[in-house]
């Protein structure tokens, strides 16, 4: 007959599976950081900063795909729909991923990703504004 009395015996744990995975739940400095896959960058500092260079560009990245025009009036409704969504789609990955590299808690990872999105928007707002000024001083000539 089984017994309820909670005197089971301990499971040992010998297979050293938690060793190597460190998950930080608090913002941390330091090159020691696992991002996306296992051992990258592998804490080494020329992969930290290729990694932050990745992420920096990814984020301005998404703020090139958000400035993207709508869908053209005379274009084909079906491919402009499709164009449109798979932009979108894409837009949502690349933050998706962005947003699992930042939930590494790194501090360098999150200033990189917040630096990648302000540049990526003031070089689309930039683009935009200047466009506007621009067609406004042709309209005046």
């Not at 297979?15 to 090159?31: Q, V």
């Not at 296992?38 to 260079?53: C, F, Q, S, T």
Request: proline share 4%; aromatic share 12%.
């Amino acid at each position: 007959m089984m017994s309820h009395d909670n005197d089971h015996m301990p499971m040992a744990m010998d297979n050293n599976t938690m060793d190597c995975m460190t998950m930080h739940m608090a913002f941390f400095w330091s090159k020691d950081v696992v991002m996306l896959f296992n051992d990258w960058p592998k804490g080494e500092l020329g992969m930290y900063i290729l990694a932050l260079a990745i992420v920096f560009f990814l984020a301005v990245m998404v703020e090139f795909l958000s400035g993207f025009p709508a869908v053209k009036p005379e274009s084909n409704p079906i491919i402009g729909g499709l164009k449109h969504a798979l932009l979108y789609g894409l837009r949502m990955a690349l933050l998706y991923l962005l947003m699992l590299c930042v939930m590494s808690y790194n501090v360098g990872v999150f200033v990189f990703v917040v630096a990648g999105h302000f540049v990526g928007c003031f070089i689309v707002k930039y683009r935009v504004i200047s466009k506007a000024v621009s067609k406004s001083r042709t309209d005046l000539v």
